[in-house]
Nanobody, 116 residues
Framework: QVQLVESGGALVQAGGSLRLSCAAS????????MGWYRQVPGKQRELVAT???????NYAESVTGRFTASRDNAKSTVYLQMNNLKPEDTAVYFC??????????WGQGTRVTVSS
């Protein structure tokens, strides 16, 4: 079992920056992929970014060039640096971890609100 706890969500003005963090605990050595999804009411949860254990990243087209995902394996923590935030980035951001067994774990979510 893996537990994920996010932090860093806040209200920010358009053009501003935020850094989200997600700390994993439990069976952290089972984790292969970590990353971030986001969801707004009435819409499906969508991929934002993922980071493999080796540090390879993958981004949604809508955040490429503005967001940077990184990972500290020693701390079992994944980060999301979000720059040049836009109102359409407003969502609840969920931390995600996939084990080598393909079992998925999710955090409770942290809210990001970008005002125009």
């Amino acid at each position: 079992q893996v537990q994920l706890v996010e932090s860093g969500g806040a209200l920010v003005q358009a053009g501003g920056s935020l850094r989200l963090s997600c700390a994993a605990s439990g069976n952290v050595f089972s984790i292969d992929l970590m990353g971030w999804y986001r969801q707004v009411p009435g819409k499906q949860r969508e991929l934002v970014a993922t980071v493999t254990r080796a540090g390879t990243t993958n981004y949604a087209e809508s955040v490429t060039g503005r967001f940077t995902a990184s990972r500290d394996n020693a701390k079992s923590t994944v980060y999301l640096q979000m720059n040049n935030l836009k109102p359409e980035d407003t969502a609840v951001y969920f931390c995600y971890a996939r084990a080598f067994s393909h079992f998925d774990s999710w955090g409770q979510g942290t809210r990001v609100t970008v005002s125009s």
